[in-house]
């Protein structure tokens, strides 16, 4: 199992940026970012793997970046131009199972067998 913990969530005006930090405890095939808003189903926001392979959610494309330290096993998300609808718990995920993933399973929810407690991010405009 791996644990994670994320941390840089936080309150920001429309169009501002947050950059959110997930620590691993070790490696993985994966990791991802998820998030869900209040009344709606979690949705993948974008993932990597190990060799630096990304994958973004077209609601996010442009204007979100996905990375990554291996040395230090942390995944980040930064976040610019960020709007009222980015408003949710996001939620840091990793995959130890499959080792290739289509680009739209990398971002469901069901190729991820660990996750974080999530970090809040609330835009107001």
């Known amino acids: 199992q791996v644990q994670l913990e994320e941390s840089g969530g936080g309150s920001v005006q429309s169009g501002g940026t947050l950059r959110l930090s997930c620590v691993a405890s070790?490696?993985?095939?994966?990791m991802a970012w998820f998030r869900q808003a209040p009344g709606k189903e979690r949705e993948g926001v974008a993932s990597?793997?190990?060799?630096?392979?990304?994958d973004y959610a077209d609601s996010v494309k442009g204007r979100f970046t996905i990375s990554q330290d291996n040395a230090k096993n942390t995944l980040y998300l930064q976040m610019n131009g960020l709007k009222t609808e980015d408003t949710a718990m996001y939620y840091c995920a990793a995959n130890r199972v499959w080792p290739r993933l289509s680009t739209a399973a990398a971002l469901s929810q069901e190729n991820y067998q660990d996750w974080g407690q999530g970090t809040q991010v609330t835009v107001s405009s």
């Open positions: 990597i793997t190990r060799a630096g392979t990304t």
């Open positions: 070790r490696w993985y095939y994966y």
